[in-house]
């Protein structure tokens, strides 16, 4: 099992928004940390994604200091649980 998941928001064939809840609906899933990058900076993006305790959100274009960041912190928050 994985023990972090980036995707993009916008996909062919399913979007990030549906991938992260199938992900949360199977128990063997439901507790992997997802970080969604996504050229997509609207407010409301941003804020579906942070209700979600095991979901980051980082923006299109990004460093990869950030992206080291946002894993930490989701890794941390993880272990917190």
Sequence with gaps: MPELILSDIAMPQLDGYSLA?????????????????SAKR???????????RSVGYLTKPFSVP????????????QIEQ
Excluded: W
Excluded at 21 to 35: E, Q, S, W
Excluded at 66 to 77: K, V
């Design 21 to 37: 809840a199938g992900l949360k609906a199977d128990p063997i899933t439901a507790n992997i940390p997802l970080i969604f990058i």
């Design 66 to 77: 950030q992206l080291l960041s946002e894993i930490r912190s989701l890794l941390d928050r």
């Design 42 to 52: 609207r407010p409301q993006n941003v804020n579906r994604m942070a209700e979600e």
